[in-house]
């Protein structure tokens, strides 16, 4: 299985922050990474597929990038509502894996 | 408006049965172009993906459950449903069904979860 790396597992910010996390693959991936979004209590939310395509309806304060092993997260200026535990996901092969999850405080 | 909403039993005994249902509103899982699969989560730990079916009955399993999960689709009552046997405390978590693309391996249409706990 691919082994999904995420850093760092915990961060704290302050809204207008620039936040960014990364996430690295135990061997080449290519594009197929996804990022989600955890808020407490509730089911992960797809904002980022194929490394950096946007999902419909998500602001575009967040962004992906990264290719092969090494991925970046971003979200440009942080907002109160963005408080959640963030999870990468590799898609290249099967069984899909997902990261341990970087949990973003304010 | 796409809905997945699971249910079942909220505690199973160890080596029994789980099963889960997952009923799909707003949408037909007679789709050819979506596959529908299950996602779990044990209390603080990551996500771990059980399985992915498509309507026509393929099915792609973890392998680290392959032996023991068991998922299909009841076209006719719109429904997705998990068995996974011989449960262990191991398996205590929240089960999520979800839906993905033909093209991508990611999860666009999440249900709320279900807490599912093992214990005598």
């Known amino acids: 299985d691919i082994q999904m790396t995420q850093s760092p597992s915990s961060l704290s910010a302050s809204v207008g922050d620039r936040v960014t996390i990364t996430c690295q693959a135990s061997q080449d991936i290519s594009k197929y990474l996804n990022w989600y979004q955890q808020k407490p209590g509730k089911a992960p939310k797809l904002l980022i597929y194929?490394?950096?395509d946007l999902q419909i309806g998500v602001p575009s304060r967040f962004s992906g990038s990264g290719s092969g092993t090494d991925f970046t997260f971003t979200i440009s200026s942080l907002q109160p509502e963005d408080i959640a535990i963030y999870y990468c996901q590799q898609c290249d092969s099967l069984p899909v894996t997902f990261g341990q999850g970087t949990r973003l405080e304010i | 408006q796409l809905q997945l909403q699971e249910s079942g039993p909220g505690l199973v005994k160890p080596s029994e049965t789980l099963s889960l249902t997952c009923t799909v509103s707003?949408?037909?899982?007679?789709?050819?172009?979506?596959?529908w699969g299950w996602i779990r989560q044990p209390p603080g730990k990551r996500l771990e993906w059980i399985g992915n079916?498509?309507?026509?009955?393929?099915?792609y399993y973890n392998p680290s459950l392959k032996s023991r999960v068991t998922i299909y689709v009841d076209t006719s009552k719109n429904q997705v449903s998990l068995k996974l046997n011989s449960v262990t405390a191991a398996d205590t978590a929240v089960y999520y069904c979800?839906?993905?693309?033909?093209?991508?391996?990611?999860?666009?249409?999440w249900g709320r979860g279900t807490l599912v706990t093992v214990s005598s």
């Open positions: 079916i498509h309507y026509s009955g393929s099915t």
């Open positions: 979800a839906r993905r693309p033909n093209d991508g391996n990611y999860f666009q249409n």
């Open positions: 194929d490394a950096s």
């Open positions: 707003g949408g037909s899982i007679r789709s050819n172009i979506y596959y």
